[in-house]
């Protein structure tokens, strides 16, 4: 049914893999689309009660986005790309039914992003988490920089946004980032020893409880359309020309405020 995505639905678990591990998982167009119609297949499927995404392989949850698509970009491109990942994560976010991620190694740029949309996470004791933008001259664009800041707080995700720097499966616990660490080998069945919990409440309780939580963490939704543009604006400088190019040629990127 999917070129890039691999599911089983069993005991009312709906279970999503991204499955690129030659590529890490990283997001390309054909990915987000297909997280898209997989994400309405929970909420059209009645047979459905939760779902679990993850990434396919032992490295990497999703490590990213193909930075080799971002070549060439104008700014308004860039401000499509970011809203089309934005509305796909606010499927994701704002579904009756939980989701939750479970983290199997690397979940960088987008896979930080996409792991932040659920409803909480879990993740393996390899896993990494990271907001690398900076090095390209960008900044998160599919909601990055609000999710990050409302679940560790302001001066932890200014941190790992304007630093880069990645945070292991330990911090990201203490953080409050991920609600567990287990090893690979347990990570599915973690999630899913969550799920059938939930699984067993009453479905329009649990439907309320996102919607009242989700409420509580977004006041509104401006700073969603601020990065949005502030995403769009980063593919009109030559600092993002340079740091893209640097990333493809393998080299430090030499960034010049302009």
């Not at 509305?87 to 896979?111: M, Q």
């Not at 907001?131 to 200014?158: A, D, M």
């Amino acid at each position: 049914m999917y070129q890039t995505l691999l599911t089983t639905l069993a005991d009312n678990i709906y279970i999503i893999t991204i499955n690129r591990p030659d590529k890490l998982n990283a997001l390309n167009t054909t990915v987000i689309d297909e997280l898209g119609s997989a994400i309405d297949e929970i909420y059209n499927n009645q047979e459905i009660k939760s779902a679990v995404l993850t990434g396919a392989g032992a490295k990497a949850f999703v490590a990213g986005a193909d930075i080799s698509g971002f070549s060439g970009l104008t700014k308004e491109q860039g401000m499509a790309l970011a809203k089309k990942g934005q509305d796909i994560f606010f499927k994701i976010e704002r579904s009756a039914k939980p989701i939750v991620a479970a983290v199997n190694g690397f979940a960088l740029g987008g896979g930080c992003e996409l792991a932040m949309a659920c409803h909480f996470r879990i993740c393996s004791d390899n896993a990494q988490f990271g907001q690398p933008e900076v090095n390209l001259g960008l900044l998160p664009g599919y909601g990055g920089t609000q999710r990050l800041t409302q679940l560790i707080g302001k001066g932890r995700s200014l941190e790992m946004l304007m630093s880069g720097n990645m945070l292991n499966a330990a911090n990201a616990l203490q953080y409050g980032l991920v609600n567990a660490v287990v090893s690979q080998e347990e990570l599915l069945n973690k999630a899913k020893s969550i799920l059938s919990v939930i699984n067993s409440k009453a479905p329009l309780a649990i439907a309320k409880c996102i919607e009242c939580a989700n409420a509580a963490g977004q006041p509104n939704d401006e700073g969603y359309a601020l990065e949005i543009k502030s995403f769009g604006d980063c593919f009109g400088t030559e600092d993002m020309k340079e740091g893209v190019a640097a990333f493809m040629e393998k080299r430090k990127p030499v960034f010049k405020s302009r």
